[in-house]
């Protein structure tokens, strides 16, 4: 299952080869933008989310998430990524596992979130 940590890892492996330079990353269990980085003078910041819930000890844990959940999770996101737009601190992207669930969510959206510079990956 694509956790959320897996899904950082993704992203930071793919920022990377393309030449950013990582400047944080922020796990499930900690606060803050899953993924900051910079190259030529630019700020990404990037939210990530995943397919299901890797915290032990939770009801849900191991367990994908329904469809409820992932629209939170997508809704989520997307006003972190505005309010970073909004602010103009940095470039704003949101990241989630290819997974059916999420493309069905997504994809009616896309238009705009690209007229709003959220990048998606």
Same mark, same amino acid.
């Given at each position: ?10 992203? %930071?492996?793919?920022?990377? #080869? ?12 900690? @606060? =803050?933008?899953? $993924? ?9 910041? $990037? ?12 009801? %849900? ?19 972190? #990524?505005?309010?970073? $737009?909004? #602010? =103009?601190?940095? @470039? ?16 009616? $959206? @896309?238009?705009?979130?690209? @007229?709003? #510079?959220?990048? =998606?990956?």
């Amino acid at each position: 299952m694509l956790t959320e940590d897996v899904v950082v890892y993704r992203v %930071r492996d793919h920022l990377l #080869a393309d030449g950013w330079e990582i400047v944080s990353l922020a796990m499930p269990d900690q @606060q =803050g933008t899953d $993924v900051v980085a910079t190259r030529d003078g630019l700020r990404l910041e $990037v939210e990530a989310k995943g397919a299901g819930s890797s915290k032990p000890g939770t009801a %849900r844990y191991g367990k994908e998430f329904n469809q409820a959940q992932v629209t939170e999770k997508v809704g989520a996101a997307v006003l972190k #990524a505005l309010a970073v $737009v909004s #602010a =103009g601190r940095a @470039q704003a992207a949101i990241a989630f596992p290819d997974l059916p669930l999420y493309r069905r969510l997504t994809r009616p $959206v @896309q238009r705009a979130l690209r @007229q709003l #510079a959220i990048l =998606g990956r």
